[in-house]
């Protein structure tokens, strides 16, 4: 994933640990003072809200089983959604701008 500010140019990625702390979707480049905004790309939307749902279910059915194993496959399933991410990221997502700049701040 490209980490630059789309303005300046700036490599942001040394900053993404603070970032995901507080996790906004608009923020100000550290080098430009420029507001830029987080692109969240369609395919991320997709992992995260299946993940969320195939936790969810399996959640629900575990508890409605009374089933131990199904929590712990709960977990496992919450664990490789979480892994899937930085994986999409080093993989089909290697060139995708992770910031954008917002209109109001663009140059003509």
Same mark, same amino acid.
């Given at each position: 994933?490209?980490?630059?500010?789309?303005?300046?140019?700036?490599? +942001?990625?040394? %900053?993404? /640990? %603070?970032? *995901?702390? =507080?996790?906004? +979707?608009?923020?100000?480049?550290?080098?430009? $003072?420029?507001?830029?905004?987080?692109?969240?790309?369609? @395919? &991320?939307?997709? !992992? !995260?809200? *299946?993940?969320? $749902?195939?936790? /969810? *279910?399996? *959640?629900? +059915?575990?508890?409605?089983?009374? %089933? #131990? &194993?199904?929590?712990?496959?709960?977990?496992? @399933?919450?664990?490789?959604? @979480?892994? %899937? /991410?930085?994986? +999409? &990221?080093?993989?089909? /997502? #290697?060139?995708?701008?992770?910031? =954008?700049?917002? &209109?109001?701040?663009?140059?003509?």
């Amino acid at each position: 994933m490209d980490f630059h500010c789309p303005l300046c140019r700036a490599d +942001l990625g040394r %900053s993404k /640990l %603070s970032r *995901a702390v =507080v996790s906004r +979707l608009e923020i100000d480049c550290a080098r430009c $003072g420029k507001t830029i905004r987080v692109n969240v790309h369609r @395919a &991320e939307r997709i !992992v !995260v809200l *299946a993940n969320f $749902g195939v936790i /969810l *279910a399996l *959640a629900a +059915l575990a508890y409605w089983m009374h %089933s #131990r &194993e199904l929590m712990i496959v709960a977990f496992f @399933a919450a664990m490789a959604g @979480a892994a %899937s /991410l930085p994986l +999409l &990221e080093r993989t089909w /997502l #290697r060139t995708w701008p992770r910031y =954008v700049a917002v &209109e109001r701040d663009c140059p003509p």
